[in-house]
C-alpha cells in the first residue's frame, strides 16, 4: 500500500503551508497514517491494480460477486481444477462495489473453495475522491495536534469552543462510502 495522496496536494489545501518546510517530515507521516486508515476503513488492502488469485465457495448459482473492484482484467476461472466455460463480467458501477461474474448456461457448482479465479482489480491513479478524502484527513490531524484530547475550550470566561472527536468527518466518509466494502470476504 502506498500513500494515496501527495505532499504538494496536502499543502495545497493547508492555508500558509504552500511555502514552509519545516513541517514536511510531519505531514509526510501524517500521509502515510491516513493513507493506512483509508485502506482499513474501506476493507482494501489498496486501491493500485494488483492481481488477485482468490478461492470462492460455489452456492449452485450462475455468478459470483467478486471481491475487489473494479476488475481491470480476468487471466482465468477453474472450477474444481477445470477451466470454466463462457462467463461475462458485469462493468463497473458507476457508484462503486462488486461486480458480478456469470457464468453463461452454467452454474458455479457447489462446493467450498473449489473455484479459482485469477484476476487483477484496483484504479490506475487514486481516485481523486478518495485523494480529498486523506487530503482532508491529513489537515484536520495536522490543525488538531495543539489541542489531543481536549473537547472543549473556554476563553476567558466569555467563548466557549467545543471540537469534533470523531474519527472523521461526516464529509470524509461520505467520500469514501463509495469504496467501502460491506459485504465480508
Known amino acids: 500500500?502506498?500513500?494515496?495522496?501527495?505532499?504538494a496536494d496536502v499543502k495545497a489545501w493547508l492555508?500558509?503551508?504552500?511555502?514552509?518546510?519545516t513541517s514536511d517530515a510531519l505531514l509526510s507521516q501524517l500521509i502515510t497514517a491516513a493513507s493506512a486508515f483509508v485502506c482499513n476503513y474501506t476493507g482494501r488492502s489498496s486501491f493500485d491494480v494488483t492481481a488477485y488469485t482468490e478461492d470462492y465457495d460455489g452456492a449452485g448459482h450462475s455468478f459470483l460477486l467478486l471481491r475487489q473492484w473494479p476488475v481491470t482484467g480476468l487471466a482465468s476461472i477453474s472450477l474444481g481444477g477445470a477451466p470454466a466455460g463462457a462467463f461475462h463480467l458485469q462493468p463497473p458501477l458507476p457508484g462503486g462495489g462488486a461486480q458480478r461474474l456469470s457464468l453463461i448456461g452454467a452454474v458455479f457448482p457447489r462446493g467450498r473453495s473449489?473455484?479459482?479465479i485469477n484476476y487483477s482489480a484496483g484504479y490506475a491513479s487514486t481516485p481523486p475522491d478518495v485523494a480529498q478524502?486523506?487530503?482532508?484527513?491529513?489537515?484536520?490531524?495536522?490543525?488538531t495536534r495543539d489541542r489531543i484530547g481536549q473537547t472543549s475550550r473556554t476563553l476567558g470566561g466569555?467563548?466557549?469552543?467545543?471540537?469534533?472527536?470523531?474519527?472523521?468527518?461526516?464529509?470524509v466518509a461520505?467520500?469514501?462510502a463509495p469504496y467501502r466494502r460491506v459485504v465480508p470476504c
Open 1 to 7: 500500500m502506498g500513500d494515496l495522496t501527495t505532499l
Open 15 to 21: 492555508p500558509d503551508m504552500a511555502n514552509v518546510t
Open 114 to 116: 473449489d473455484i479459482t
Open 133 to 143: 478524502a486523506v487530503i482532508e484527513l491529513v489537515g484536520e490531524r495536522f490543525k
Open 158 to 171: 466569555q467563548e466557549t469552543t467545543a471540537f469534533s472527536t470523531a474519527a472523521m468527518s461526516p464529509t
Open 174 to 176: 461520505a467520500l469514501l
